[in-house]
């Protein structure tokens, strides 16, 4: 009863706010003379309403996708209703577009998937005792595992994002994020082992052994998400659980990448009015580098860092006051660039700052990529992952610089105190921050400026641990808006509010925070033999 019944309290709030007998048409003219406070309170209580019936929705898309299967042939509850597929039927009782559709049915297979089939016998010692039988000594039962284990042990790695979903701490877009994210584990040589403790066990419990390490590092990963999921965007969470999946499994990390390179390609075509177009499919270095290329070039237009020398000043005024859009800015870029080739004058084409990727790795990454063992690290600006292999070749060729960090991800080394934080602490802050740190903000930190937290003019220090990354925006925000953000020692960073509320803590990166071991544990499989 507690699903309706939280329902019908939202049912009444909504009541209570728009009025008991309004007509459907007059909602939005009632909604414009409320206050501020209803208004948020009607969204609130409006998406508690929407996740609901999405809930059964996606339950009864599940159940339609199990009857409506290829061996069910015509007889399948889709077919029968004259629909060729699930996702077909599902369009049409809903009106919503295929791709939505299509989700709901996915979502609605995945949970029906974590649903363990009780047996016969899985109860017959719950119904002896409560139908008065002698029961068995409590002694006697040591080691037999009881219905409820048996059922964990067969369910799939993500039921808890089915429980999360129906229970309301997911939403079906976070669930989706999390779900598409991770993807499946790797089952292929999931009994290979370096381990010496297994020697001698036989191969059926080894691999019996490592498929459930690996499915419970995947739900793991999945539980640690669910707890991000109400501070994180979904495009963060979707991102996160990427990146996750290739520091879990770095070998299929690898082939993906493969995988994405092999579809590399430019196709050009002139349409019938004879303009000619062209298109891209990127692999993930290339695509790296050109974002970096439009990046460093456009971020004056973007809300770039506001301090700067001079000379890159004067050009960020000139390109911000510049009539072309950001389109044709970038279009006339990557012509310079072309015609300009490997001649390239970089100062001239993008300022003071050089375009280029810039790689995050861990000294134990490095030296597994160095060795030929698979692994991945992250990209500086970005939570996307690079193969091991493509991270010994840019250490080669362009060198490394040590930034070490604690177990939480701070940086050990603190600069020395000067009024603006130098290029090597600003890379020391990108490592730990990866981008700026206020809250749902998704600004790279190549886009961020370094706040001290402590004002400068009153003694503040610029160490890094006294620094922040905040994209501009929300920099200007803070000293504007009478916003504060302090830190004991190297703790968390806090948010206090104009209005003196409770702090609020500003997460890292979900993926820097991974990276530097926050998941727990990683299936022994992936790690490298001693």
Same mark, same amino acid.
């Given at each position: 009863?507690?699903?309706?019944?939280?329902?019908?309290?939202?049912?009444?709030?909504?009541?209570?706010?728009?009025?008991?007998?309004?007509?459907?048409?007059? $909602?939005?003219?009632?909604?414009?003379?409320?206050?501020?406070?209803?208004?948020?309170?009607?969204? /609130?209580?409006?998406?508690?309403?929407?996740?609901?019936?999405?809930?059964?929705?996606?339950?009864?898309?599940?159940?339609?996708?199990?009857?409506?299967?290829?061996?069910?042939?015509?007889?399948?509850?889709?077919?029968?209703?004259?629909?060729?597929?699930?996702?077909?039927?599902?369009?049409?009782?809903?009106?919503? %577009?295929?791709?939505?559709?299509?989700?709901?049915?996915?979502?609605?297979?995945?949970?029906?998937?974590?649903?363990?089939?009780?047996?016969?016998?899985?109860?017959?010692?719950?119904?002896?005792?409560? /139908?008065?039988?002698?029961?068995?000594?409590?002694?006697?039962?040591?080691?037999?595992?009881?219905?409820?284990?048996?059922?964990?042990?067969?369910?799939?790695?993500?039921?808890?994002?089915?429980?999360?979903?129906?229970?309301?701490?997911? %939403?079906?877009?976070?669930?989706?994020?999390?779900?598409?994210?991770?993807?499946?584990?790797?089952?292929?040589?999931?009994?290979?082992?370096?381990?010496?403790?297994?020697?001698?066990?036989?191969?059926?419990?080894?691999?019996?052994?490592?498929?459930?390490?690996?499915?419970?590092?995947?739900?793991?990963?999945?539980?640690?998400?669910?707890?991000?999921?109400?501070?994180?965007?979904?495009?963060?969470?979707?991102?996160?659980?990427?990146?996750?999946?290739?520091?879990?499994?770095?070998?299929?990390?690898?082939?993906?990448?493969?995988?994405?390179?092999?579809?590399?390609?430019?196709?050009?075509?002139?349409?019938?009015?004879? $303009?000619?177009?062209?298109?891209?499919?990127?692999?993930?270095?290339?695509?790296?580098?050109?974002?970096?290329?439009?990046?460093?070039?456009?971020?004056?237009?973007?809300?770039?860092?506001?301090?700067?020398?001079?000379?890159?000043?004067?050009?960020?005024?000139?390109?911000?006051?510049?009539?072309?859009?950001?389109?044709?800015?970038?279009?006339?870029?990557?012509?310079?660039?072309?015609?300009?080739?490997?001649?390239?004058?970089?100062?001239?084409?993008?300022?003071?700052?050089?375009?280029?990727?810039?790689?995050?790795?861990?000294?134990?990454?490095?030296?597994?990529?160095?060795?030929?063992?698979?692994?991945?690290?992250?990209?500086?600006?970005?939570?996307?992952?690079?193969?091991?292999?493509?991270?010994?070749?840019?250490?080669?060729?362009?060198?490394?610089? %040590?930034?070490?960090?604690?177990?939480?991800?701070?940086?050990?080394?603190?600069?020395? /105190?000067?009024?603006?934080?130098?290029?090597?602490?600003?890379?020391?802050?990108?490592?730990?921050?990866?981008?700026?740190?206020?809250?749902?903000?998704?600004?790279?930190?190549?886009?961020?400026?370094?706040?001290?937290?402590?004002?400068?003019?009153?003694?503040?220090?610029?160490?890094?641990?006294?620094?922040?990354?905040?994209?501009?925006?929300?920099?200007?925000?803070?000293?504007?808006?009478?916003?504060? $953000?302090?830190? /004991?020692?190297?703790?968390?960073?806090?948010?206090?509010?104009?209005?003196?509320?409770?702090?609020?803590?500003?997460?890292?990166?979900?993926?820097?925070?991974?990276?530097?071991?926050?998941?727990?544990?990683?299936?022994?499989?992936?790690?490298?033999?001693?």
């Amino acid at each position: 009863m507690a699903f309706f019944s939280d329902l019908q309290a939202a049912l009444d709030a909504l009541r209570t706010v728009v009025g008991d007998d309004v007509e459907a048409v007059d $909602i939005p003219c009632v909604v414009q003379q409320i206050t501020d406070e209803n208004v948020l309170a009607l969204i /609130e209580h409006a998406s508690v309403l929407v996740r609901g019936g999405e809930c059964v929705r996606i339950a009864g898309s599940g159940a339609v996708a199990s009857r409506s299967t290829r061996d069910a042939g015509h007889s399948g509850l889709a077919q029968k209703r004259g629909h060729r597929s699930t996702v077909s039927l599902i369009q049409d009782l809903t009106g919503s %577009t295929r791709a939505d559709a299509a989700k709901q049915v996915r979502l609605g297979e995945a949970l029906a998937a974590g649903l363990v089939p009780v047996e016969a016998g899985d109860f017959a010692d719950h119904d002896a005792r409560t /139908e008065g039988q002698a029961s068995v000594d409590e002694d006697t039962d040591a080691g037999v595992p009881t219905a409820r284990q048996a059922g964990a042990a067969r369910r799939p790695w993500h039921a808890v994002l089915g429980e999360a979903l129906m229970t309301g701490a997911l %939403t079906s877009a976070q669930h989706d994020a999390i779900y598409r994210g991770l993807g499946e584990p790797p089952v292929d040589d999931v009994g290979a082992t370096d381990d010496p403790t297994t020697h001698g066990a036989s191969e059926a419990a080894v691999t019996a052994g490592r498929a459930t390490e690996v499915r419970t590092a995947w739900e793991t990963a999945a539980g640690q998400l669910i707890d991000e999921a109400s501070e994180r965007t979904v495009e963060e969470l979707a991102s996160a659980a990427r990146t996750i999946r290739d520091l879990l499994d770095p070998a299929g990390a690898e082939l993906r990448f493969e995988q994405r390179f092999e579809a590399r390609s430019f196709r050009r075509w002139t349409d019938r009015d004879g $303009i000619r177009h062209g298109s891209f499919t990127f692999e993930d270095e290339g695509g790296a580098w050109i974002e970096s290329i439009i990046d460093t070039a456009l971020r004056p237009r973007r809300g770039g860092p506001r301090f700067v020398d001079p000379d890159e000043k004067a050009r960020a005024e000139e390109l911000a006051t510049d009539p072309r859009t950001n389109d044709q800015l970038a279009y006339d870029l990557m012509l310079d660039v072309l015609r300009a080739g490997a001649l390239a004058d970089a100062e001239t084409v993008f300022g003071t700052r050089r375009a280029g990727i810039r790689i995050v790795a861990t000294a134990g990454l490095l030296a597994d990529a160095t060795e030929g063992r698979a692994a991945v690290a992250l990209l500086e600006d970005h939570d996307m992952t690079l193969p091991g292999w493509l991270v010994a070749r840019q250490a080669c060729d362009t060198g490394t610089m %040590t930034c070490t960090l604690d177990e939480r991800g701070n940086p050990l080394d603190l600069g020395r /105190e000067a009024r603006l934080f130098s290029s090597k602490q600003r890379v020391a802050l990108a490592v730990r921050d990866g981008g700026c740190r206020w809250r749902d903000c998704d600004r790279p930190a190549s886009y961020c400026e370094a706040h001290h937290i402590d004002p400068y003019s009153e003694g503040g220090r610029t160490d890094i641990d006294r620094g922040i990354l905040l994209c501009r925006w929300h920099h200007m925000q803070l000293h504007h808006g009478e916003w504060r $953000i302090s830190r /004991e020692g190297k703790g968390d960073f806090l948010l206090h509010a104009p209005d003196g509320g409770a702090p609020v803590a500003l997460p890292v990166r979900l993926a820097r925070r991974y990276a530097w071991g926050d998941l727990k544990p990683p299936p022994r499989r992936f790690r490298p033999a001693a």
